[in-house]
């Protein structure tokens, strides 16, 4: 096969990722995320954070555009797996109505980006457009969807709606996945800034309601920051 025909395939590839990003990015935005009456989540953060999926979207729609231009990538498998982490986000709005069926689309979606930021966590940009197009909004989707999946599981399970202390053991188990996560899959400043923006928001929505949660979130802020500061001292040193 000719090295022409090989970059013609590639380039094809790439606008299919890029037709994923999105549909992915369209359909969350036109979403309906109303939650129905009754009780709010315990862990659910206040809604200001929320604000996060504009730069999400931001870099996601730069993301798409970078791909269009692109005749042929060599930052492998993880630029795949973002533009399909980028779609599944989108149908996770279509599945909503359907309990299992979402838990189940969730939980694939924390496998496939938290995948894609390991693999691009390890390639180096050589530029601010390769970085903004790929290392950014991998690092902030992998990071929301983190959380995100710990909330949809929370209530899916109806552990949200059950005596504080439960409530607050399984948020314990989700942000110490976090700050494992943090620390050895997805080891970028990206993913951890935004892991502690959406914790500040847990913080800040729990703080009266239920004190416990709050406590568990600042205390995984507190490893987030530690790993951060760990991190940049051994850069400094190196």
């Not at 025909?5 to 979403?31: E, Y």
């Amino acid at each position: 096969m000719s090295v022409s025909v090989k970059v013609s395939k590639a380039s094809q590839w790439l606008k299919l990722d890029s037709l994923l990003v999105v549909t992915g990015i369209v359909s969350g935005l036109i979403g309906n995320y109303d939650s129905p009456a009754g009780e709010v989540s315990k862990i659910m953060p206040a809604t200001y954070s929320f604000a996060i999926w504009a730069p999400i979207y931001l870099t996601g729609f730069y993301f798409a555009w970078w791909l269009v231009r692109a005749k042929a990538v060599d930052f492998g498998t993880g630029v795949h797996l973002l533009a399909l982490s980028f779609f599944m986000s989108g149908l996770w709005v279509r599945v909503q109505s359907n309990n299992a069926l979402e838990l189940v689309i969730v939980a694939s979606n924390l496998v496939v980006v938290v995948t894609q930021g390991h693999l691009l966590s390890k390639i180096e940009t050589k530029n601010r457009q390769d970085f903004f197009a790929i290392k950014f909004p991998s690092g902030m989707l992998a990071a929301w969807i983190t959380l995100a999946t710990a909330v949809t599981f929370s209530d899916g399970l109806d552990i949200s709606f059950k005596e504080t202390k439960t409530v607050a053991i399984f948020a314990a188990f989700a942000v110490g996945f976090a700050v494992c996560a943090a620390g050895l899959i997805v080891p970028t400043l990206t993913y951890r800034l935004t892991l502690i923006w959406g914790l500040v928001g847990i913080v800040i929505a729990q703080h009266k309601q239920e004190q416990q949660v709050a406590i568990v979130a600042g205390v995984g802020i507190g490893f987030l920051l530690a790993i951060i500061l760990r991190s940049q001292m051994q850069s400094s040193s190196n």
